[in-house]
């Protein structure tokens, strides 16, 4: 009797993360990250002269809520502990806001990169420590889906195959415990696109980490179907000297994520990076137009800045231009749906 009621409470969670991650990739639609820690936001309010108070960070992420028609091209945002718990200025809370206008909220659940002790130069993401009931909580809130942040660096002598293992399998406990609380971890590492490595050594290391974090996730006994991938795209470094076509990034990076990525995995929802606006929805869209035949897994985005730029430039932290930034946020969540589509073209930014 008891064994049946837990296999059944199994079937009915295991149902309801396939529907969540499904829902997250339907529609041609996307995720938004807005989910950058205090000190991220905070230098990223420092360069353009906005406070950096929990006042400008909550109107700031106000603004991204209420932009009218979010829902069209939006499935998923992913917000911070911080803005989880906060409220329009009306009292409102944001997740009700969220919730009404038919995205799912998120929420990242890492605590940061840290360090990793005798691996100069890496960093290893913590947050694994009482993981479990900040779930639950989360959960109880409204949250549906997580997020965990890896960091992978290229340097002389690195990624270590330490530092490479170790964010590996924190990621695969972070998302089996993400799915035992019924939340559907997005599983995000990320190999930096600092300095002037190729694109080449950047497919080496990409194909390297995914490998290894595959391994890990059936290790945990993650349940792929239950889950969304969040990888860099494979490109070379912003100071490389050579930086191939959209094309040959969209060929590269398909090809890597073939040979690595089971296709019981839903989705791929890629992270922006450091790339110019255009180029992540350019070679997004590339790779929808020369493989959507073939795909096995939706090929999405969960962009940050390359949908937060143009809006947070225009706002700067002054009421009156809340509307433009809010068009200019619009905007770009549109040309990241159409770029799921194959219907991105660059000139669609210049308009
Ligand atoms: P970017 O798109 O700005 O890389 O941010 C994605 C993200 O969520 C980083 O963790």
Known sequence: MRKAFVLEQHEMNTQQLIGTAQALIADDKGLLAM??????????FAKLGIPQTVEARRAYRELIVTTPRLGECISGVILYDETIRQQKKDGTPFIEVITDAGIIPGIKVDTGAKDMAGHPGEKI?????????RLKEYFQMGARFAKWRA???IGV?????????????ALARYAALCQDAGLVPVVEPE????????????????????RNVFIQLNCQRVFLEGMILKPNMVVPALNCPTQESVDTVADITFHTLLRTVPAAVPGIAFLSGGQSDELA???????????KSRLPWALAFSFARAIQHPALEIWRGEETNTSAAQQALHH????????????????????
Do not use: H
Request: include cysteine.
């Open 281 to 291: 929805s350019a070679r997004l869209n590339a790779m929808n137009v020369r493989f």
């Open 125 to 133: 993401t913590e947050g694994l420590d009482g993981l479990r009931d």
């Open 191 to 210: 190999v930096l696109m600092d300095g002037d490595r190729t694109l080449e050594c950047c497919r080496a290391v990409t194909e390297e980490v995914l």
């Open 35 to 44: 989910d950058e820690s205090n000190p991220t936001c905070n230098k990223r």
């Open 151 to 153: 960091v992978i660096a």
């Open 332 to 351: 770009r969540a549109m040309c990241n749906r159409a770029a799921r589509r194959g219907d991105y073209s660059v000139a669609m930014d210049k308009t």
């Open 157 to 169: 002598g690195i990624p270590s195959r330490s530092c490479i293992e170790a964010n590996a399998q």
